[in-house]
């Protein structure tokens, strides 16, 4: 028959109880090892709390990263900057700190359709989730849909009040769609409500001037523009498509 262990039960009962996960199925293996190494008890107990945190970082990162539904996961180190010469390496490593969100500072990324911006939106993103900033990301186009939704169904302020925690909200592919007056309103007020409080990163295919065309008024264009660029790096990638110099690349290889 096998010997109970009433202390053992009890202790597992507690560190159940506690939430201490990694405490729990690690204690037996650590104290085997604490043992080997003639450790003491203090330094028993930081070897547990050590991986009962690492894992907790580990966990609440994932978490995040589930929340910011990016719509693929891209890095930093997928990126060719040799690809991308007009932008500045350090610069965007730099960036990655994430030392700007501190700073509640925004990023603006402008190029041609296929210049990277979503792929270096997102790692910039992810590297905040790593970071543990709560990170949200969203399409321009989107973005208004919801804002619009939630303002028919009066829910308007609970959707504003979760986009206002998000640390960092990136707004991907402003410019493809104009937006209806209500929808640039709301999206204008977005901005407006962020602004000293929390990051933005705004990627567009468009330079500023155009950014009327879809929001369809100059003066609520130039305002939005005057919070947005209070405190930006603004990142002009001026290479053509990713996609298309890859393509035009591999048919140079086969002839
Ligand atoms: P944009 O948002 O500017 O239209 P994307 O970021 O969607 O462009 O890029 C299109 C595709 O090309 C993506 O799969 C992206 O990962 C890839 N890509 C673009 N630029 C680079 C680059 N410099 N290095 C590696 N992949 C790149
Ligand atoms: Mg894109």
Redesign the pocket.
């Known amino acids: 028959m096998k010997k109970t262990n009433p202390p053992r039960i009890l202790l597992e009962h507690h560190l159940k109880t506690l939430r201490l996960s990694v405490f729990l199925r690690e204690h037996r293996k650590i104290a085997t090892q604490c043992a080997s190494d003639k450790c003491d008890y203090e330094t028993y107990l930081l070897r547990l709390s050590e991986q009962e945190l690492l894992e907790r970082e580990e966990r609440g990162t994932e978490r995040r990263i589930r929340a910011a539904k990016f719509p693929?996961l891209?890095t930093m180190a997928?990126?060719?900057?040799?690809?991308?010469r007009s932008?500045n390496k350090k610069q965007l490593f730099e960036l990655a700190r994430c030392e700007w969100i501190d700073r509640r500072e925004n990023v603006i990324?402008l190029?041609?359709?296929?210049?990277?911006?979503?792929?270096?939106?997102?790692a910039l993103g992810l590297a905040a989730c790593q970071r543990g900033y709560h990170v949200k990301f969203v399409t321009a186009a989107g973005l208004v849909n919801e804002l619009v939704e939630a303002r028919n169904e009066k829910r308007l302020l609970k959707l504003q009040k979760q986009l206002a925690k998000v640390s960092l909200l990136l707004i991907?592919?402003l410019g493809y769609i104009p937006f209806s007056k209500t929808g640039a309103e709301l999206l204008f007020e977005t901005f407006s409500q962020r602004y000293e409080r929390g990051s933005t990163i705004v990627?567009s295919?468009l330079p500023f001037e155009e950014w009327t065309s879809v929001l369809e008024s100059e003066r609520l264009t130039g305002a939005l523009l005057d919070r947005l660029t209070h405190r930006v790096h603004i990142l002009p990638?001026e290479?053509e498509?990713?996609?298309l110099s890859?393509s035009k690349a591999r048919k140079r290889k086969r002839k």
């Open positions: 693929v891209k997928d990126f060719d900057f040799g690809a991308a932008l990324m190029g041609n359709p296929g210049t990277g911006k979503t792929h270096l939106s997102i991907d592919e990627t295919n990638i290479e498509s990713y996609r890859q």
